[in-house]
């Protein structure tokens, strides 16, 4: 097999499930799935085109539905050649790698991070450089740095930058001429009013920008794929070119239930799915607030991810995962996947119904007594 495939793995996030699958009676705290349906506005209006449009099932334009474009350049302020519709955001952040990044180019991502930025920087042929924080940051700049991915809200954190921490990346994107990837996939979900700024609102380093975006966890469409890349004109033609080398083009029956997402209406009992994760935050916290002697954590600012550290035990990460695994049947993901940082901790994902996490944390509070 290739060395490029060889020297990547796949995302414990994945892993985990898969081995969980061959079980019985297991409960997810694992991978990040909303466990909500796809809002019936948007499914009803797909089943109403499936009967009437006689597109759907065609191939669309490569760069994405000229309508889905409009209305999201009009909503961000861009122009529609800023925007390519992507499979979901990992296609555009695969796309955008592959686009910038030669052998030996160094990328800057914060560490703990999310696990597949690392793979995918690998698999691009560069060479993932981990920082646990923005003071770090100037250090770990070389005449080989290319670009710094940001994921805010963050995966596994839950982490906002501060207004201070985002000046601190766009000045030194600026100084040493770099590429600011910031991948937004959970900028909906904020808590407590915490002031959040996309890297969007910065007019000094748009020319330097390319922002990932997804309807994935907004509007439980994990399964629909379908993502975008803004970025400058000349930036997008080339992410283009991976694009359609590798998908040709999203699912044009994706695109357009993510034009329904954005236009329709939704109906009365649909969830709002940020009132549902912010009270299942509070409910997993309440939980882990009654294990202070097996885990520490910080409540999340954003995202629906807690990484909490395990206190009682000099197992890995990995080992921590699977005897948890084993042992109660609750799926987790062991924090080395997340960068050298998460290793001591595992990733809680509150994606769950409040009736499954409670279930979770009732197996793992037994489980504690005999730690």
């Known amino acids: 097999m290739s060395v490029r495939t060889e020297r990547i793995q796949v995302s414990a996030i994945k892993q985990l499930p898969v081995i969980a699958s061959t079980m019985a009676d297991t409960i997810s705290l694992g991978q990040g799935i909303p466990d909500v349906p796809t809002p019936g506005y948007i499914r009803d209006g797909i089943i ?165 975006k997804s309807f994935s966890k907004q509007y439980a469409m994990t399964g629909w794929r379908v993502g975008y890349v803004v970025a400058p004109p000349l930036v997008i033609q080339e992410i283009f070119k991976v694009h359609d080398a590798t998908v040709i083009c999203a699912p044009t029956i994706s695109q357009y239930a993510a034009l329904i997402a954005l236009t329709g209406t939704p109906y009365a009992d649909d969830p709002n799915i940020k009132e549902l994760l912010a009270d299942r935050r509070d409910v997993i916290c309440t939980e882990l607030d009654q294990l202070k002697d097996l885990f520490s954590y910080q409540r999340p600012q954003g995202s629906y991810y807690i990484l909490a550290r395990y206190l009682k035990t000099n197992l890995s990460s990995w080992d921590f995962t699977l005897k948890l695994l084993n042992d109660t049947g609750v799926i987790t993901i062991p924090g080395s996947a997340f960068g050298p940082h998460g290793e001591q901790h595992i990733r809680f994902s509150f994606g769950g119904t409040p009736e499954k996490i409670k279930e979770a944390f009732k197996r793992i509070k037994q489980w504690n007594t005999s730690l």
Do not use: W
């Open 48 to 212: 109403e085109l499936l009967r009437t449009h006689p597109d759907i099932g065609k191939y669309s334009l490569q760069p994405g539905l000229s309508a889905l474009r409009s209305e999201l350049a009009q909503r961000l302020q861009c122009f529609i050649d800023e925007i390519c519709i992507t499979v979901g955001a990992m296609e555009g952040l695969m796309a955008t790698l592959f686009s910038m990044i030669d052998p030996g180019d160094e990328v800057i991502v914060f560490d703990p991070g999310y696990a597949s930025h690392i793979e995918q920087i690998k698999l691009a042929d560069g060479v993932p450089i981990f920082v646990t924080d923005c003071a770090a940051l100037a250090a770990a700049i070389t005449t080989k740095t290319k670009a710094i991915i940001v994921c805010q809200p963050g995966n596994p954190t839950g982490k906002i930058l501060s207004l201070a921490e985002l000046q601190t990346i766009s000045a030194l994107a600026m100084k040493y001429n770099l590429v600011i990837i910031s991948d937004e996939t959970y900028d909906f979900l904020v808590y407590d009013d915490l002031p959040y700024q996309s890297f969007l609102t910065r007019p000094e380093i748009r020319d330097r920008l390319i922002v990932i």
